[in-house]
């Protein structure tokens, strides 16, 4: 365990299993506290205490991202209890079953579901959050995006995910790209860097765990951005490799 982000505050939604999780457990080991941010209160604090028991400074908030009242309390119950924010991992998301159809069969209801949070849930947090960033020395807002969102990707034939044509996630995670450039732009004259990470085809319940990455190979790009020095980079889009298109 190391500490150099000790005196960070991390707050990752979505952060009770699968990547989310792990992206707490990472930086936690390196000394932030984490907020572990779930819908259940009972499964964020089971996780919590997980990380605790391996010395983790860990604490669970109730934090659905399509509810703002949850939202608001989050932000009311940082500056309480800590004053700023310094990282901000934007994990939560899903897909449909009902996404699984080719474009054309899926009904308008699964893009309206899909987009709630996948797109207006980060955006919703980002914006209450971004008060107790602008605190910070440093802050940092990692989007967990995927390379099924680049736009160039879905082009090639070659790809290989070519054929995972979702409609709702896909375009969904498109828009994500979009909203990580303008928060990026808007914030390029302060210490805050704005990023979006490509986990890869990780192993969680978003897909059946039929992912051929672990969750610790999943967590690299968005705890190398979460992390990243002063001269780091804003408004970008990576994996653990580099650069994805977009």
């Keep these: 365990m190391s500490e150099d982000l ?16 792990e992206i707490a457990r ?25 990380l605790r028991l391996n010395d983790i400074d ?26 700023k924010l310094d990282i901000l991992v934007n994990n939560a998301g899903i897909l449909s079953d009902s996404d699984r159809l080719p474009p054309s069969q899926v009904d308008i209801q699964t893009l309206r579901h899909t987009y709630e949070t996948n797109v207006f849930g980060v955006f919703a947090v980002t914006k209450a959050l971004l008060p107790l960033l602008k605190k910070s020395t440093a802050g940092r807002i990692v989007n967990i995006s995927s390379g099924l969102g680049s736009l160039t990707l879905n082009l090639d034939p070659s790809y290989e995910f070519a054929d995972f044509k979702l409609i709702a996630y896909n375009s969904s995670k498109t828009a994500l790209n979009a909203l990580t450039v303008l928060f990026a732009a808007e914030l390029k004259d302060t210490p805050i860097k704005v990023n979006a990470a490509d986990p890869g085809y990780t192993a969680t319940d978003i897909n059946q765990n039929q992912g051929h990455r672990t969750v610790e190979q999943g967590a690299t790009a968005a705890v190398r951005l979460a992390t990243l020095p002063d001269d780091g980079s804003t408004g970008g889009f990576f994996d653990e490799n580099g650069v994805v298109p977009w």
């Design 58 to 83: 860990a604490k669970a908030v109730q934090l659905d991202v399509v509810n703002q009242k949850t939202i608001d309390s989050t932000a009311q119950q940082i500056e309480s209890e800590f004053g």
């Design 6 to 21: 000790k005196g960070k505050i991390a707050l990752i939604t979505g952060a009770n299993k699968g990547i989310g999780y």
């Design 26 to 50: 990472q930086l936690g080991y390196r000394g932030a506290t984490v907020l572990v941010g779930a819908r259940d209160i009972g499964r964020g604090e089971e996780a919590a205490n997980k």
